[in-house]
């Protein structure tokens, strides 16, 4: 099983900087199963970015994903307070698997 | 619009079983596969197994299997996920979700969520 870490666990920015979070997986993983899910207080996780790279519907193009291989990064260019939340990545090798998340705090 | 529509919030003891529904709507139910993905309070995301809807045909995690039971009926969209001899450490919530590569949709990812079935666990 791959397994997916994600970094820093915790990351304190203020609404208009730039937040950058880092997954690394623990094999190769082909990056068209590579995804980013955002998820708020009492609410479902929400699809941000599927195929390392391509931008769900109705996500901001603040929002963007690169990496192959192992390494994964989710970029939001100018924090919005709406972003504030726990992000998690994914990949799909012989099964799926979640990253343990990266809370997202207002400094 | 596109959705899953799960049943509401269970409390069972240890040892019982929960059945939790998934209604599927605004979609061709028959052409995605349907997942189910559980998150225990303060933790992170697990993944249970799928159903594909059309076949019936099923695969469960390891940690589940002989515990968990995925059915379906193509007449009403819905699917099922049944879990048994259920523990303290089972509760969480529950969420039916859609694997967006399919007949309308190729996206390689999880892009539909339902809102998520409470199910706690408790003598």
């Known amino acids: 099983e791959i397994v997916l870490t994600q970094s820093p666990g915790t990351l304190s920015l203020s609404p208009g900087e730039r937040a950058t979070l880092s997954c690394r997986a623990s094999?190769?993983?082909?990056?068209?199963?590579s995804a980013w899910y955002q998820q708020k207080p009492g609410q479902a996780p929400r699809l941000l970015i599927y195929?390392?790279?391509s931008r769900a519907t109705g996500i901001p193009d603040r929002f963007s994903g690169s990496g192959s291989e192992t390494d994964f990064t989710l970029t939001i260019s100018r924090l919005e307070p709406e972003d504030f939340a726990v992000y998690y990545c994914?990949?799909?090798?012989?099964?799926?698997?979640f990253g343990q998340g990266t809370r997202l705090e207002i400094k | 619009q596109v959705q899953l529509a799960q049943s509401g919030a269970e409390v069972k003891q240890p040892g019982a079983s929960v059945k939790v529904s998934c209604k599927a709507s605004?979609?061709?139910?028959?052409?995605?596969?349907l997942y189910w993905v559980r998150q225990a309070p303060g933790q992170g995301l697990e993944w249970m197994g799928w159903?594909?809807?059309?076949?019936?045909?099923?695969k469960y995690e390891k940690s589940f299997q002989g515990r968990v039971t995925m059915t379906g009926d193509t007449s009403i969209s819905t699917v099922y996920m049944e879990l048994s001899r259920l523990r303290s450490d089972d509760t969480a919530v529950y969420y039916c979700?859609?694997?967006?590569?399919?007949?309308?949709?190729?996206?390689?990812?999880?892009?539909?969520w339902g809102q998520g079935t409470m199910v706690t666990v408790s003598s």
């Open positions: 979700v859609r694997w967006g590569l399919g007949s309308e949709t190729r996206i390689e990812a999880f892009d539909i």
């Open positions: 605004g979609y061709i139910f028959a052409a995605y596969y």
């Open positions: 159903i594909n809807p059309n076949r019936g045909s099923t």
């Open positions: 094999q190769s993983v082909n990056s068209a199963y």
């Open positions: 195929g390392a790279s």
């Open positions: 994914q990949q799909y090798g012989s099964s799926p698997t």
